[in-house]
């Protein structure tokens, strides 16, 4: 069998893979992001359970997996993808910054970031910040903030979507409680020069810069940032810990992001595709791959072979607690978060109001 790749940047990558698969030329492989599988299932050609030639059973994804790749790629009991690896989110901390505060530790819990933010973050006589105690609390000028916004949801136990996926519910109370709302405040309050947790705001440098420049104390991303930061700055004296969590939690939960290849539903070779994707996500196969590329295994019987990395320990181990939610659009749901963020941020709308029309707009989507 010959394998080529073909590398398409992130900007067309989409649109293009679609417009080619329409046109009967279309690759037999396509990597989909983790959320997408709402979104383009139709176009996918699952994995068949009673293939002798593959071998591979429903049963053996839910042993090999976790949890949150069986959410993602399967449905109905039909594989559509197989992972090679799961990131998630995870604290990014400069060392200096929290040793020269008397910040000991990395914070585990979000009351404990607070207080770390409060100590480091410097502030001058117009409210310019000249050291940021952490990236929080606008869109345009932080990586992947929406996808923090949603960590806090889930964490705070919002229901993005019903049972029956029919429709969006995150401005839903739970329990009587606002959850979502408050989700929604507490990450704009770090924007919020009226608030004591002030740290961040538009006129700040892009949240991945303002950290490898040594002005940020804390940022939320990605492990593939470790790489980044490396090259950018390697003398700079940063850790990585888990997502903090609410106090008092039981149950800990960060927010996934990947990508894992899926056989598209006009491929002319699916039974060879399928062989090549599961052996690349089988332990040997994975194992390389990661060894190549040190991102945070999805597998359960590879975590333990990170665990003790420095690095990609903390995003590692968070694999077994990693969680998304189902988007029927995620590009367009993406841009009302946007929306609603900044809607807070410029004073446009509440959060109560600001979350509620979040809600309906996701809704518009989902009922088309």
Do not use: C
């Not at 109905?76 to 998630?88: F, M």
């Not at 806090?152 to 959850?179: H, K, W, Y």
């Not at 320990?313 to 749901?333: H, R, V």
């Amino acid at each position: 069998i010959k394998v080529t790749y073909r590398k398409i940047p992130i900007e067309n990558y989409e649109s293009e893979v679609i417009n080619a698969l329409a046109q009967g030329t279309g690759p037999d492989i396509w990597l989909i992001h983790n959320t997408w599988l709402a979104k383009h299932k139709a176009k996918l050609f699952p994995l068949p359970q009673n293939n002798k030639s593959l071998n591979y059973k429903f049963v053996n994804f839910q042993n090999d997996f976790v949890d949150a790749a069986l959410d993602d790629l399967t449905d109905n009991g039909q594989i559509y993808a197989l992972p090679a690896y799961i990131d998630t989110l995870g604290l990014f901390y400069n060392r200096d910054l929290l040793n020269s505060s008397g910040v000991a530790l990395p914070p585990s819990t979000w009351d404990e970031f607070n207080e770390a933010v409060k100590v480091i973050t410097q502030t001058g006589e117009f409210d310019e910040i000249s050291v940021s105690g952490a990236a929080m609390g606008t869109a345009g000028n932080i990586n992947r903030a929406v996808d923090i916004v949603y960590a806090l949801m889930l964490q705070s136990g919002v229901q993005m979507v019903d049972a029956e996926r029919s429709s969006a519910t995150f401005a839903r109370p739970q329990d009587n409680q606002p959850v979502g709302e408050v989700a929604l405040q507490f990450y704009t309050d770090f924007s919020n020069s009226n608030k004591e947790i002030y740290s961040w705001n538009n006129d700040m440098h892009y949240s991945i810069d303002a950290f490898y420049e040594g002005s940020t104390a804390m940022m939320i991303n990605y492990s593939h940032h470790i790489q980044t930061i490396l090259s950018k700055a390697p003398r700079l004296n940063f850790g990585t810990a888990s997502l903090p969590q609410i106090s008092g939690s039981n149950i800990a939960v960060s927010y996934a992001s990947y990508w894992a290849p899926a056989v598209t539903l006009g491929s002319e070779n699916p039974e060879a595709a399928w062989k090549f994707l599961i052996y690349l996500s089988s332990k040997e196969g994975a194992g390389k791959y990661l060894a190549q590329t040190s991102r945070p295994a999805a597998r359960r019987d590879l975590i333990d072979t990170q665990r003790n990395d420095p690095n990609l320990g903390p995003f590692a181990l968070q694999s077994l607690s990693a969680k998304s939610w189902y988007q029927i659009d995620p590009g367009g749901i993406e841009k009302i978060f946007v929306e609603m963020i900044e809607d807070v941020n410029f004073g446009r709308s509440l959060p109560r109001e600001a979350i509620q029309n979040a809600e309906d707009k996701v809704n518009v989507l989902m009922q088309r």
